[in-house]
Every structure is written in C-alpha cells, then in structure tokens.
C-alpha cells in the first residue's frame, strides 16, 4: 500500500541492530519487485507494481535498495545490482528513456500536473473547478514534482484531470528525491553504476 512502512523499519532496526532477520525480510521485498518475483515490467523497463502512481512505488523501493546496499545488508555483487536497478528506476523518471516524469525538469516533462493550487491562474484573478478546464499548461511551475507515470505499455497523456497518472504528492517525491540524493552520493564517490545497463532491465 501507498503508506506502508514496513521495508522502512527494517531499514531502521538493521542499522541499529544488525539482527539478520531485519535483513532477511527486507531482501524478500526487493525480491518481489525482480521479474523472477513476479514484478510486471514496462517495455522500457520501469517496475510497474499498480497502476496509480507507479512511478512513487519504483522510486520509493528504488531509495530502499539503495539503503540495503548502503547497510550491507546484501553480500557486495547483490549490493551493486540494488544500485543499478534503483539508478534505471530513478533515470526512467528523470526521462532518460523519452520523456520526463518529474515537472520542470528534462526533455518533455508533464505541464499540468494534477494539483489545485498549481491549476490556478494568477492572484488576483479567482480560483474555481474552471481552472482544471484549462486547455493550456497550468499557471505555475511546481518545479520538482513526480507525477504518477505511465501505463503498463509505457503510455502516458499530461492530462490535469488524470489523477491516477499526473497526481502528485508528497509520498511520491519523498522516496525519490531520497533516491536521487543517495545516486548523488555514489557520483560523489565514484561508485555510480552504468547507466546503460538500464535498457536491459536489470533486476534487483
């Protein structure tokens, strides 16, 4: 579910603990988001785990595979597979297979993402349900923001009134710019993987 914590606190108590069994369970999640686990995955290799901002899915296990390889809770090979699946999961949002997903930002990135206060025009102008009629981009740029993603065949329209796919929230874009912050770490330390592995669809 959306707000589950679960993979979150093993996380946490592994840290504090090192008790395997944290470990073990945390490495059973990730390995349902494999193909082998049953994982559905897009033609360009995006995890689809449900239909309605799957995009926060990917990117939130994208943040907690780049952990477990952070707190070695992995042996060293399986750790650098964690880091490669969460950068592609990570560069698929950021539009390195066509598109953006993540507004303001990339090639073709979404211009009226689901969201009220972004749909509105300009103060002192009113605020009303007209708004989300708008046929053009909307009145503001919510730089930063992760909208929900595409479909199962990689299909997306930039449609205000789609909720399930152009919604944004902050339980999309916590995971990933945790993601995105861990991948500037491994730049950092010059540990970033290949990032054209990601057409293979590597798997965690």
């Known amino acids: 579910s959306w707000d589950e914590k679960i993979a979150g606190n093993h996380l946490l108590m592994y840290n504090i603990t090192k008790e395997q069994s944290y470990a073990d369970d945390l490495v059973a999640s990730l390995n349902v988001w494999s193909k082998a686990g049953g994982m559905i995955y897009t033609p360009k290799c995006l995890a689809y785990r449900l239909e309605w901002g799957t995009l926060r899915y990917a990117s939130n296990m994208a943040f907690v595979a780049l952990m477990a390889a952070k707190y070695e809770m992995v042996p060293a090979a399986k750790a650098a597979s964690y880091r490669q699946w969460a950068m592609c999961q990570v560069h698929y949002a950021l539009g390195d297979t066509g598109r953006s997903y993540v507004v303001g930002f990339g090639v073709n990135p979404p211009t009226k993402p689901h969201h009220r206060g972004n749909s509105c025009p300009q103060y ?8 989300q009629d708008n046929p053009g981009p909307n009145p503001h740029t ?19 009134k789609d ?14 710019q945790a993601a995105v912050a861990g991948l500037l770490q491994l730049a950092l330390d010059h540990e970033l993987p290949d990032p054209s592995a990601c057409g293979s669809c590597p798997q965690p």
């Open 163 to 176: 909720y399930v796919r152009n919604e944004v929230a902050c339980d999309y874009n916590a995971g990933f």
């Open 142 to 160: 919510l730089y930063g923001a992760l909208v929900g993603g595409p479909g199962k065949s990689d299909d997306y329209v930039d449609d205000r």
């Open 124 to 131: 002192p102008l009113p605020c009303s349900w007209d708004a």
